[in-house]
C-alpha cells in the first residue's frame, strides 16, 4: 500500500502563488505517471497537471502558463508551482500516483487526501 501526503495548500490573495508537495512512501517498486487533480464545490474532479515517469508534462487549458508540474524521482514527490492564482482556482487539491509494487507487477493507482487552495482577497 502507498501513502501520499500533501502540503502547502493554504489561503492566497488574487495573482499570489503557492506550491504543493506530494510525498509518496509504503510498498513502492516504481512509480509511473503523478499528477494532480482538484475538485471544486458542486463540481467535478477534474485534471489539473500530469507528468510522466520520463518528465512529460499534459496541462488542463485553465493552467497553462500559470501552474507547472514536477516530480523528484528519488524522493517519489510530485510538485505543483501555481503562480498568478485566481479565485476560481479555488478547490481542494489531491495528488494521485500510479505505482507498482514489485517488478512487472500490476499498477496501482492511489490519491492524497487532499490540499485545500482557497484564493481570496
Known amino acids: 500500500q502507498v501513502q501520499l501526503v500533501e502540503s502547502g495548500g493554504g489561503l492566497v490573495q488574487p495573482g499570489g502563488s503557492l506550491r504543493l508537495s506530494c510525498a509518496a512512501s509504503g510498498n513502492i517498486f516504481s512509480i509511473n505517471a503523478m499528477g494532480w487533480y482538484r475538485q471544486a464545490p458542486g463540481k467535478q474532479r477534474e485534471l489539473v497537471a500530469g507528468?510522466?515517469?520520463?518528465?512529460?508534462?499534459n496541462y488542463a487549458d485553465s493552467v497553462k502558463g500559470r501552474f507547472s508540474i514536477s516530480r523528484d524521482n528519488a524522493k517519489d514527490t510530485v510538485y505543483l508551482q501555481m503562480n498568478s492564482l485566481k479565485p476560481e482556482d479555488t478547490a481542494v487539491y489531491l495528488c494521485n500516483v500510479e505505482s507498482q509494487n514489485r517488478d512487472n507487477g500490476p499498477y496501482y493507482t492511489d490519491w492524497g487526501q487532499g490540499t485545500q487552495v482557497t484564493v481570496s482577497s
Open positions: 507528468i510522466t515517469s520520463d518528465g512529460s508534462t
